[in-house]
């Protein structure tokens, strides 16, 4: 099972990104899903959560200009960045609770996709 992060890029300030998380692999389903960022020098942080039932949740810096979604028939977790800031440079990680399928049995996983660079520029 691998999750696949994508979509970052350089932006001007005031510009639009969309992240997405693709699921790969032996997927029942995603669970529980975040995205993080890093930035340098900074300790990482949780910028968005959706819960199964679709409940999400934002960091107070991004909220009302960062929309996280899910897919769950492509085992997709997204990220709609609108009005960004040169604040928001980071690498953004997704992370999610995968259920897998293991054999006979079926577990939930806590998965990390590899990083995504976004850099907005002044």
């Known amino acids: 099972v691998q999750l696949q992060a994508s979509g970052g890029g350089l932006v001007q300030a005031g510009g639009s990104l969309r992240l997405s998380c693709a699921g790969s692999?032996?997927?029942?389903?995603?669970?529980?899903a975040g995205w993080y960022r890093q930035a340098p020098g900074k300790q990482r942080e949780l910028v968005a959560s959706?819960?199964?039932?679709?409940?999400?949740h934002y960091l107070d810096s991004v909220k009302g200009r960062f929309t996280i979604s899910r897919d769950n028939a492509k085992n997709t977790v997204y990220l709609q960045m609108n009005n960004l800031k040169t604040e928001d440079t980071a690498v953004y990680y997704c992370n999610a609770d995968v259920a897998v399928v293991l054999g006979p049995s079926r577990r939930v996983n806590n998965y990390w996709g590899q990083g995504t660079q976004v850099t907005v520029s002044s």
């Open positions: 959706i819960l199964t039932g679709g409940t999400t």
């Open positions: 692999g032996n997927i029942l389903s995603i669970n529980v």
